[in-house]
């Protein structure tokens, strides 16, 4: 009796904290999906696309992501546990198909805090041109210099010791960052409305077809981040049929803060200016605002403030995910340990902490890669997650739903449809498709890795079993 009482009280000790309100739910998932991105990329998307092509590509793939957050929604009011993808999976589809949907969304988690860590630096950058100093070698014709390294690893470390000591502390700064990015976005939006021309936007489409395709392929791995959500299901504390329609919310918010920033931009500079622009929403602020130097510092601070805040939800989703696979003996039971008084899977934590720390080593040539690779691993997912929707639907029709999506079949199958329509994007032969050797080499070395973390947990847990 003892014995048991024992194994309880221990059982109870490693339960996370429900300490995550409304606010910091939306926080974390909006601030993870608008990132860095729209800062230097929103020239790109429309130079490859046109200000149209840009702006239906994201309609698109926020489509896509709705559909799919549906599905998402639904699940994780049945099974609000840590792991989201793994649970989900794994009671529809098997132990087998759970490990391959869970390792698939940890490199696109993994991907993004890596990015963001070469990201910073290169935005400081900006700030302060003069910075980098201390070459120490070259990969794929890029240089890397000490102090652009420093600047990248000293954010990591802090942001690890901040997830280490507690998911509150995370989301109250998380509050603050997207709270920052949301108010610095709207003045832009609202300046290039007033200020800026439609005389700017001289091309609505660009390479037809290829062009729209092209910018469509980028966007699932913009739109990573609703995710995070059911990963720190355990954490919340909120009516689970809340929490889905805080994902779907989050989903729908993000996709048009990308529309509305494509044409803020295309407003505020004409072709050439987008062209010659490095970051040209903070040339947009520029412009719109008389030219005004501070505006587009104060943009680019912003643009710091959505990297903070991404990286910082990607590290909880990140680490929530590997413990839970730990947890279940997919992976060395060391990452499932959880912090005796911070309730935070520590080891999870270190790991991630440790491959971002020494992600700007790397360059960004390797970094643009391994987001691609990334962007493929977490539509294998995403699809995944929506079979798992259509199966659960078929095997437990009876379980309760605290929230139940209207017309789920027809939701269901849109998902897979429309996940595979972006899968085959990335294959070879289409415009978008992914590099060969280098993305498609990280796609390989993780499913390597994946087959020998695999293999190694089923040995390992059946020989202790016996």
């Given at each position: 009796?003892?014995?048991?009482?024992k194994?309880?009280?221990?059982?109870?000790?490693?339960?996370?904290?429900?300490?995550?309100?409304?606010?910091d739910v939306?926080?974390?998932?909006?601030?993870?999906?608008?990132?860095?991105?729209?800062?230097?990329?929103?020239?790109?998307?429309?130079?490859?696309?046109?200000?149209?092509?840009?702006?239906?590509?994201?309609?698109?793939?926020?489509?896509?992501?709705?559909?799919?957050?549906?599905?998402?929604?639904?699940?994780?009011?049945?099974?609000?546990?840590?792991?989201?993808?793994?649970?989900?999976?794994?009671?529809?589809?098997?132990?087998?198909?759970?490990f391959?949907?869970?390792?698939?969304?940890?490199?696109?988690?993994?991907?993004?805090?890596a990015?963001?860590?070469?990201?910073?630096?290169?935005?400081?950058?900006?700030?302060?041109?003069?910075?980098?100093?201390?070459?120490?070698?070259?990969?794929?014709g890029y240089?890397?210099?000490?102090?652009?390294?420093?600047?990248?690893?000293?954010?990591?470390?802090?942001?690890?010791?901040?997830?280490?000591?507690?998911?509150?502390?995370?989301?109250?700064?998380?509050?603050?960052?997207?709270?920052?990015?949301?108010?610095?976005?709207?003045?832009?939006?609202s300046?290039s409305?007033?200020?800026?021309?439609?005389?700017?936007?001289?091309?609505?489409?660009?390479?037809?077809?290829?062009?729209?395709?092209?910018?469509?392929?980028?966007?699932?791995?913009?739109?990573?981040?609703?995710?995070?959500?059911?990963?720190?299901?355990?954490?919340?504390?909120?009516?689970f049929?809340?929490?889905?329609?805080?994902?779907?919310?989050?989903?729908?918010?993000?996709?048009l803060?990308?529309?509305?920033?494509?044409?803020?931009?295309?407003?505020?500079?004409?072709?050439?200016?987008?062209?010659?622009?490095?970051l040209?929403?903070?040339?947009?602020?520029?412009?719109?605002?008389?030219?005004?130097?501070?505006?587009?510092?104060?943009?680019?601070?912003?643009g710091?403030?959505?990297?903070?805040?991404?990286?910082?939800s990607?590290?909880?989703?990140?680490?929530r995910?590997?413990?839970?696979?730990?947890?279940?003996?997919?992976?060395?039971?060391?990452?499932?340990?959880?912090?005796?008084?911070?309730?935070t899977?520590?080891?999870?934590?270190?790991?991630?902490?440790?491959l971002?720390?020494?992600?700007?080593?790397?360059?960004?040539?390797?970094?643009?890669?391994?987001?691609?690779?990334?962007?493929?691993?977490?539509?294998?997912?995403?699809?995944?997650?929506?079979?798992?929707?259509?199966?659960?639907?078929?095997?437990?029709?009876?379980?309760?739903?605290?929230?139940?999506?209207?017309?789920?079949?027809?939701?269901g199958v849109?998902?897979?449809?429309?996940?595979?329509?972006?899968?085959?994007?990335?294959?070879?032969?289409?415009?978008a498709?992914?590099?060969?050797?280098?993305?498609?080499?990280?796609?390989?070395?993780?499913?390597?890795?994946?087959?020998?973390?695999?293999?190694?947990?089923?040995k390992?847990?059946?020989?202790?079993r016996?």
């Amino acid at each position: 009796m003892q014995k048991i009482i024992k194994q309880k009280k221990k059982k109870e000790k490693s339960k996370f904290k429900r300490v995550l309100s409304r606010r910091d739910v939306l926080a974390m998932s909006f601030g993870a999906m608008i990132g860095w991105s729209w800062i230097v990329m929103a020239g790109e998307w429309i130079q490859i696309a046109g200000t149209i092509g840009a702006m239906i590509a994201f309609v698109i793939g926020g489509l896509m992501v709705t559909f799919v957050g549906l599905t998402y929604a639904e699940l994780t009011a049945i099974m609000p546990k840590a792991g989201g993808e793994m649970v989900f999976s794994k009671r529809a589809l098997g132990r087998n198909i759970s490990f391959t949907c869970t390792w698939a969304i940890i490199l696109g988690y993994i991907s993004v805090v890596a990015f963001e860590a070469v990201a910073l630096p290169t935005v400081v950058e900006y700030l302060f041109p003069n910075y980098v100093t201390g070459f120490m070698y070259s990969i794929a014709g890029y240089d890397i210099h000490l102090t652009w390294v420093l600047v990248g690893m000293i954010s990591s470390i802090v942001m690890t010791i901040i997830n280490y000591i507690g998911v509150k502390p995370a989301a109250f700064m998380q509050t603050i960052l997207t709270f920052l990015v949301v108010a610095v976005g709207f003045v832009f939006i609202s300046g290039s409305f007033v200020m800026g021309s439609l005389d700017n936007v001289e091309t609505l489409f660009s390479d037809g077809t290829k062009g729209l395709l092209s910018v469509t392929v980028m966007t699932p791995f913009l739109f990573v981040g609703f995710d995070v959500i059911p990963q720190m299901a355990e954490e919340i504390k909120m009516p689970f049929g809340k929490i889905a329609k805080i994902l779907i919310m989050s989903i729908v918010i993000a996709t048009l803060w990308y529309i509305l920033i494509i044409f803020g931009v295309s407003l505020a500079l004409d072709d050439a200016s987008i062209s010659s622009s490095t970051l040209p929403t903070a040339d947009g602020a520029k412009a719109v605002f008389f030219n005004s130097g501070i505006a587009s510092k104060i943009m680019v601070l912003a643009g710091i403030a959505g990297i903070i805040s991404s990286w910082n939800s990607f590290y909880i989703g990140g680490s929530r995910a590997i413990y839970a696979m730990a947890e279940e003996k997919m992976l060395p039971n060391f990452l499932a340990k959880l912090h005796p008084k911070y309730k935070t899977p520590t080891n999870a934590i270190l790991l991630i902490g440790i491959l971002s720390t020494l992600a700007p080593l790397l360059g960004r040539k390797m970094l643009n890669w391994l987001m691609n690779a990334g962007g493929l691993t977490v539509v294998i997912a995403y699809m995944t997650v929506a079979i798992s929707f259509l199966v659960l639907r078929k095997k437990e029709p009876n379980i309760s739903r605290p929230y139940k999506v209207k017309y789920g079949k027809f939701v269901g199958v849109a998902a897979i449809i429309l996940s595979l329509f972006l899968l085959v994007l990335y294959l070879p032969g289409s415009s978008a498709a992914l590099i060969w050797p280098y993305e498609w080499g990280i796609i390989l070395i993780w499913i390597a890795l994946g087959i020998i973390f695999y293999l190694w947990a089923k040995k390992t847990y059946s020989t202790k079993r016996k």
